[in-house]
């Protein structure tokens, strides 16, 4: 079956401009998280959902960045006004059930790599 | 201190060798534990979960996790040059990942 699903695959911006990522996770997976991977470093926790509302939010790093779920499904990640340090792979997961506490499998997208200029 | 460390390597092996990956936690509160695969420019592929203390096997591949010390292994047995990619440990009770365990299997 299909599994997560990310776009686009790469993003080349300027800085100062804004960006919209996109994630469709798998179908009935009502957990969608989504995490930044910079070069050598590990998965950084930025956000998930369960259903449309985010119980965490705790790892958005600034208000620049926001993110919103619509029809439990389809997921998209906004950052405005990028800066260079912006410059990342942006992975996005999902999972059956609660997405915290729990031993609920996490599976991934192969992410979209954001370059800011 | 991180709550989950892990060492980055790399680490180089010849094909056949028994590799063994490692990470620590602090929080002793800490019950699901999850090992990940991930390729160059993919996302990370689930290889095995674990819940509390115990080992789990699957294939080569066998999870083990000692609440006591607070340590969670992977081993891989008869590894495969295919078995090259980065190995990210993770917690699932609070989502957080190792940085990842860069893996070279050379024939």
């Known amino acids: 079956g299909a599994g997560v699903s990310q776009s686009p695959s790469n993003k080349v911006t300027e800085k100062g401009k804004d960006v919209e990522l996109r994630c469709d996770p798998i179908s009935g997976h009502t957990a969608l998280y989504w995490y930044r991977q910079s070069l050598g470093q590990g998965l950084e926790f930025l956000i998930y959902f369960q259903g449309n509302s985010a119980p965490d939010k705790s790892g958005l790093p600034s208000d620049r960045f926001s993110a919103e779920r619509t029809g439990g499904s389809v997921s998209t990640l906004t950052i405005q006004r990028t800066q260079q340090e912006d410059s990342a792979v942006y992975l996005c997961a999902s999972s059956l059930a609660d997405g915290q506490g729990n031993g609920q499998p996490q599976h991934f997208g192969d992410g979209t790599r954001l370059s800011i200029l | 201190q991180k709550e989950v460390e892990q060492d980055p390597g790399p680490l180089s092996v010849p094909e056949g060798a028994i590799v063994s990956l490692n990470c620590t936690y602090s929080?002793?509160?800490?019950?699901?534990f999850m090992w990940y695969r991930q390729y160059s420019r993919k996302g990370p592929e689930l290889l095995m979960y674990t819940y509390s203390s115990g080992n789990k096997e699957d294939g080569r591949f066998t999870a083990q996790v000692d609440k006591s010390s607070k340590y969670i292994s992977l081993f891989i047995r008869d590894s495969q040059p295919s078995d090259s990619a980065t190995y990210l440990c993770a917690n699932t009770d609070k989502l957080i990942f190792g940085t990842g365990t860069r893996l070279q299997v050379f024939p």
């Open positions: 929080n002793s509160a800490f019950q699901y």
